[in-house]
């Protein structure tokens, strides 16, 4: 079995939304450590109850310490292309393998994400953004190679592959492929992160992928957070999924 380690990127919205993450994940995935790439906005203060809820070390960092960027040169949704960018480049884990959560998502189920020498990709709903494919086709001339959206609620990257991924764009470094995405970001288009890494590693790697369908529910509101008693109620309610989902949008 291969080995990896978990990175959960957090908005100081999600905070609240990690313990439960971090205790499904102890319950349910078998992984060597755990990484928070925090915003420096808010302090976060429940490193100490963490350590109670996994025997797995946790790391914490602040996202201005794993990758800098300068939001004031993208043309769109900064923040969002922020978090994206410390996702796929993050360095601090130890393992090539890491696997990516979004700090909304809870995993219910014990799920496999390698069989034999294949990388599972979790698909969840099909999503079609044009935006998307016409920034990977400016970025590495590929499009939607796979006939579905790779959005999902977590994906397992191999460090090994990103760095192809820069070496394919010309760049030697993380800094280097950042100039790209200042030129090639605007209105019409913009990258995903999953749809990036998902058919780039399809299109170059297909003797070593496979999809499974995720199994899972997605819940929002106009808020800006969730409460320990709703979060409960969602784990709670949705024991036959493999994932829970629960957005807010009343935070940017």
């Known amino acids: 079995m291969k080995k990896y380690d978990i990175v959960l990127v957090s908005h100081e919205k999600d905070f609240n939304n990690i313990k439960y993450i971090i205790e499904h994940c102890e319950k349910n995935l078998e992984f060597d450590s755990i990484h928070l ?5 808010q302090p976060y203060t429940d490193m100490e109850l963490l350590e109670k809820l996994t025997k797995r070390p946790v790391y914490k960092h602040l996202e201005t310490d794993v990758l800098k960027i300068d939001k004031s040169r993208l043309k769109h949704r900064p923040n969002w292309i922020y978090q994206m960018m410390l996702k796929i480049f993050q360095n601090v884990t130890t393992n090539d393998n890491f696997l990516v959560i979004e700090s909304d998502c809870i995993i219910l189920k014990n799920l496999e994400f390698f069989n034999d020498n294949k990388t599972i990709f979790y698909l969840g709903r099909d999503h079609y953004h044009q935006q998307y494919y016409t920034f990977n086709q400016r970025l590495l001339g590929i499009g939607r190679e796979y006939n579905h959206s790779f959005i999902s609620e977590f994906m397992m990257y191999d460090k090994k592959v990103v760095k192809e991924l820069l070496n394919k764009t ?22 995903s992160d999953y749809d990036l890494y998902g058919n780039f590693y399809y299109k170059n790697y297909p003797e070593n992928f496979k999809t499974k369908i995720l199994n899972f529910d997605m819940s929002g509101k106009n808020s800006n957070y969730w409460s320990d008693d709703e979060i409960k109620e969602l784990i709670q309610t949705h024991q036959d999924k493999d994932a829970i989902s629960f957005h807010c949008w009343g935070h940017n």
């Open 37 to 41: 790439i925090l915003s420096d906005r």
């Open 170 to 191: 010309n760049c030697d470094t993380v800094d280097n492929f950042l100039e790209l995405i200042y030129c090639y970001v605007d209105w019409d288009s913009y990258p």
